[in-house]
């Protein structure tokens, strides 16, 4: 947990900064000794919690959250610090997790910070959840795609096909489920393949790399990609430097990582 603790009282700060520097599960903490120097800090690196005193000179720290507010950025958890009880009900009408009221008790402020844990890990398993659900939006169970064969239009998985190979006019896929041979370009099925994770790897083929198991070294220099399927498919000088995009990063060579 990463914690900034704003507040324009020294020994306040002070005080905080004592007690979090003992926890074990702070791996990170900051001090801002107003609103203004808080902006600076959170502009430059990311926090799950404000401990933040409501009183401060220019810019309140009920303010502060309303300037956060606006932001696109995550709202860190806020525990509020102050010495008037009466704020007790704004700080909760501003999303803070708690309050602590000066001068503080250590347990009570320790207290707050476990609240504040909890709710930082039920925010992110929320988050997790709200990119889960986007992905499975943007990416369905299955990409259909509606393939010309023999006369008829046929729908195939784009992510259960293999390979995309020229056979003179036409062009035959293969997929898991079988084949199917249609009367087009490599060049404009390799366009419409693009998206869905296909690399060129010769002239007359085209493969889907989520089927890539390994690159094997092959006959006069050239390499040899081998599928899940176990189809293995030579790859040409000419197209030798499409396999970087076989994978994020390389351990252990450079062989395709660089020009």
């Not at 990311?46 to 309140?60: A, G, T, Y």
């Not at 001068?103 to 609240?115: G, I, S």
């Not at 056979?167 to 390799?190: F, I, P």
Request: net charge positive; proline share 4%.
């Amino acid at each position: 947990m990463r914690v900034l603790i704003v507040d324009d009282e020294p020994l306040t700060r002070a005080a905080l900064a004592q007690l979090i520097a003992h926890r074990s599960d702070v791996e990170h903490f900051a001090t801002a000794d107003d609103a203004q120097q808080a902006l600076a800090i959170l502009g430059t690196r990311k926090f799950d919690l404000l401990l933040l005193d409501i009183r401060m000179p220019e810019m309140s720290g009920l303010q502060l959250v309303e300037r956060l507010s606006r932001g696109t950025a995550p709202l860190p958890a806020i525990v509020f610090i102050t010495a008037h009880q009466e704020h007790a009900v704004q700080a909760f009408e501003k999303r803070a997790v708690d309050y602590v009221l000066k001068p503080f008790h250590p347990e009570r402020v320790h207290e707050a910070l476990n609240a504040a844990v909890r709710r930082t890990e039920q925010e992110r398993a929320l988050r997790m959840l709200d990119v889960l659900h986007s992905l499975r939006a943007n990416f369905p169970d299955k990409i259909r795609m509606g393939v010309k064969d023999k006369g008829r239009v046929v729908f195939v998985d784009a992510r259960e096909m293999v390979s995309a190979e020229a056979h003179g006019n036409y062009v035959l896929l293969r997929s898991t489920a079988g084949t199917h041979l249609l009367r087009e370009t490599l060049a404009a099925v390799a366009t419409l393949l693009a998206p869905y994770g296909f690399l060129r790897i010769h002239r007359s083929v085209l493969i889907n790399t989520a089927f890539v198991e390994a690159i094997e070294p092959g006959p006069g220099g050239e390499w040899v990609v081998r599928t899940r399927t176990g189809s293995e498919y030579h790859v040409t000088r000419t197209y030798r430097r499409n396999l970087r995009g076989l994978a994020k990063c390389w351990l252990g060579t450079d062989e395709f990582a660089s020009n």
